[in-house]
């Protein structure tokens, strides 16, 4: 596959970029906005996309709230069944 910078219709696709940049003219800013980020992760690499999709889950309370839960729920399952036992 050949870069764009060799490739033979390189005049063609300048002519395009030029018409479709008079018409993007006229687009409201924040739909441009969202059409330049959906531009840039197209042209990041595969590994670079997947850092890029995981990075909303690099919080730290994202993951506690998970942990929080499982441990309240084997809490309560241990205290259920120790308690269990205590009224046998």
Do not use: C
């Not at 063609?12 to 409201?28: C, I, M, R």
């Not at 990041?44 to 919080?59: A, D, G, V």
Request: a negative charge.
């Amino acid at each position: 596959m050949a870069l764009l910078k060799d490739s033979s219709t390189l005049d063609e696709y300048k002519a395009s970029y030029a018409q479709l940049w008079d018409e993007l003219q006229h687009v409201e800013e924040e739909k441009f906005e969202k059409m330049i980020e959906n531009m840039r992760y197209e042209l990041l690499p595969t590994n670079k996309k997947l850092l890029y999709r995981l990075q909303p889950f690099k919080t730290h309370l994202l993951w506690l709230i998970p942990l929080s839960v499982i441990g309240v729920v084997t809490l309560a399952y241990v205290l259920f069944i120790w308690i269990s036992l205590l009224v046998e």
